[in-house]
């Protein structure tokens, strides 16, 4: 056998894996291995693992080392791999008394019950707190039916409720001192039905529009609900959230609970197609330290941790792959240089899509990640703020020819220096915030160096409270906008305060408000200085490297910081937007150029988008277009892969 093995690696330096395989065959196309595990391990530099049309289990992270530089991880076919368990069509059965009895009377009938001991498992993880500020939270086991996430059950079914008077606002405790819970006042007789659960959760925006959370609920008492864990922020009245986790609300296909405790999983399955429950709590696959390894045609999915994660990994490439149904984001590139995620579909993601982060700020080398021709859709469905289809940190990363639509929050949310983001076409995102932007960043002079060009905003409009296409915000500083559309979107962007950011170029058609361009610094946003002066010494900015680069950082504490100076608007186009002088601070005007080749029009003309391309509908362009410099194509130049 060792002989057999040897002999075909020798051959041609490729590993077969395939449904039926035998872990302990040679790895031929005739005699394919079971696992990908059990392939990466018998692999080694340069070499080929083809994997076969099939679905495959991941129960433990699979990993590449820098000892199999130049590995290629192919699928052939439509490849599954998925970090579940199944749920057998045969394993359901009537709900148990003490369950059924807790259930709305029109649901019994219909909700079916699972013992988790019989599918192998001995425990399930207690829920964690999600959404805004709770980046290390793990995704809980979720329950999927025909590839689709089924609703933790909830009330209401649809939508949100809204707190009443703020009892406690709730506070964190600060050195040391005990935290004080937030309580609201909540007399819907409804609430009634809930008292008795052992786990109730509510998740809302309890203060902000931008700042979701998910917490528990510690007492519902006398018309009023104590939740177990104070908000980031405190608490308000008014303000929209649902409880879940709920089996006295499990009143509807689609919707499921897990009893802990006896390890039982009761639903009403909307369908009699496949059922599987997410469980991996760790990566699918780690590429740790190797050197030109590259992963096509697999789709990744069911899980509830990042799905693949290059760690200080250099020139390795993710291409034409899928990502869906994770409880967290799909790609996390950390450290490292030159990586690429090419030609992939993410969908129905619980959180963000690519994660980029590498390069030295203090030198300011690149990292020279990649994002290219993906396409981003459904994320963020589990944390709804700040979870974004490309999430970039660092030096040097780029985001080119991607679409991201159908998102609650933000499409790219970026940190660091010297990023481009371009050709990309953004379209039905910012669906279930206020105050937030397609592409955002902010509170920082030193994240400079980023250019935003040539990229598509479509359709952007939210809570109509300050959702931008590009959010410059709290004084960011140094950044290009040049060669954009924005098309419908409330408004197209925003410079709140800043220095030597240039918008040059742009092209506004049918925006509420093209552009809000303010002096907040020297206004409500003064007790910003400190924060900022902080984040500056933080960054060798008088260094070489930092001096060449960006000079300007030399003098900004001694020229008025908080004044918006240096900033440039010009020969940008406006149609049907109003003009450029709608909404401009007097102090951004005077510290910075405002050109008079701004212009504004009536035009008749009506741009429609058509596979990623402006077309003309009725009435010719007008003339002053062809002065801008825009792309020919928004959105992904080579197809991103089709469902199987």
């Known amino acids: 056998m060792i002989l057999g093995i040897a002999c075909s690696l020798l051959a041609g330096g490729t590993l077969h894996v395939a449904p039926g395989g035998d872990d302990g065959g040679p790895g031929t196309e005739d005699r394919p291995l079971a696992t990908l595990a059990e392939a990466v391990a018998r692999s080694g530099a340069d070499d080929e693992i083809v994997v076969h049309a099939g679905t495959y289990r991941i129960e433990e992270t699979v990993v590449v080392d820098a000892a199999r530089n130049g590995l290629v991880l192919r699928g052939e076919g439509a490849v599954r791999l998925h970090g579940g368990v199944d749920v057998p069509a045969g394993s359901w059965r009537e709900v148990d008394a003490d369950l059924a009895e807790r259930l709305p009377e029109e649901a019994r009938a219909n909700v079916q019950q699972v013992d988790l001991r019989g599918l192998g498992l001995g425990r399930i993880d207690p829920l964690e707190p999600r959404g805004f500020a709770r980046n290390g939270s793990m995704a809980p086991v979720e329950l999927f039916v025909g590839g689709e996430a089924q609703t933790l059950a909830r009330w209401p079914d649809e939508g949100f409720v809204r707190t009443g008077e703020v009892v406690e606002a709730g506070a964190r405790g600060e050195d040391g001192s005990e935290a004080k819970l937030p309580v609201f006042a909540f007399d819907d007789p409804r609430a009634e039905r809930w008292r008795d659960e052992p786990d109730v959760w509510a998740y809302g925006y309890w203060c902000w529009d931008w700042a979701d959370e998910g917490l528990p609920v510690a007492s519902i008492d006398a018309g009023r609900i104590t939740l177990g864990e104070p908000h980031r922020y405190e608490l308000k009245p008014g303000r929209p959230f649902w409880v879940e986790n709920v089996l006295a609300e499990l009143d509807r296909p689609g919707e499921y609970w897990i009893d802990r405790e006896g390890l039982r999983l009761v639903a009403w399955l909307p369908s009699a197609a496949p059922a599987r429950l997410s469980l991996l709590d760790q990566p699918l696959l780690v590429i740790e330290g190797a050197e030109g390894v590259r992963v096509e045609g697999l789709t990744f999915e069911t899980s509830r941790a990042w799905a693949v994660r290059p760690e200080n990994a250099r020139g390795c490439v993710v291409e034409r792959c899928q990502f869906r149904d994770l409880g967290l984001g799909a790609v996390r590139v950390a450290g490292g240089e030159g990586c690429a995620v090419r030609a992939s579909r993410f969908a129905d993601l619980g959180e963000g899509g690519v994660a ?143 220095r030597d950011n240039v918008v040059r170029g742009n092209l506004f058609v049918d925006c509420h408000l093209a552009m809000h361009l303010d002096a907040r610094g020297l206004g409500w946003a003064t007790h910003l200085l400190p924060i900022l002066t902080e984040r500056l010494e933080a960054v060798p900015y008088r260094s070489e490297s930092w001096r060449e680069r960006f000079p300007e950082l030399l003098t900004l504490l001694e020229t008025e910081p908080m004044a918006p100076r240096g900033n440039v608007v010009e020969g940008n186009l406006l149609v049907r937007s109003g003009s450029v002088d709608d909404d401009v601070a007097k102090a951004f005007r005077e510290g910075g150029r405002i050109a008079e080749d701004n212009l504004s029009l009536q035009s008749d003309w009506r741009p429609v988008v058509v596979d990623g391309r402006l077309v003309v509908e009725g009435a010719a362009p007008p003339e002053e277009l062809g002065r801008l410099d825009l792309p020919e194509r928004y959105g992904p130049g080579a197809p991103a892969p089709d469902d199987d």
């Open 356 to 498: 980029l982060g590498g390069g030295d700020r203090n030198t300011l080398t690149p990292a020279r990640h990649v994002v290219e021709d993906c396409v981003f859709e459904r994320y963020s469905r589990r944390a709804r703020t700040y979870r974004p289809g490309v999430g970039v940190s660092g030096v040097g990363m780029t985001v080119r020819r991607c679409l991201f639509r159908e998102a609650p929050h933000c499409a790219i949310l970026f940190s660091g220096n010297d990023h481009l983001f371009e050709g990309n076409h953004v379209v039905d995102v910012l669906q279930a915030t206020g105050d937030g932007g397609a592409f955002y960043a902010g509170r920082d002079w030193t994240m400079r160096g980023t250019v935003i060009r040539g990229n598509l905003f479509q359709r952007l409009h939210g809570e109509h409270l300050y959702e931008n296409g590009v959010y410059l915000d709290d004084q960011l500083s140094g950044i290009t906008v040049e060669g954009n559309v924005f098309l419908d979107c409330w408004w197209g962007l925003m410079v709140g305060g800043g």
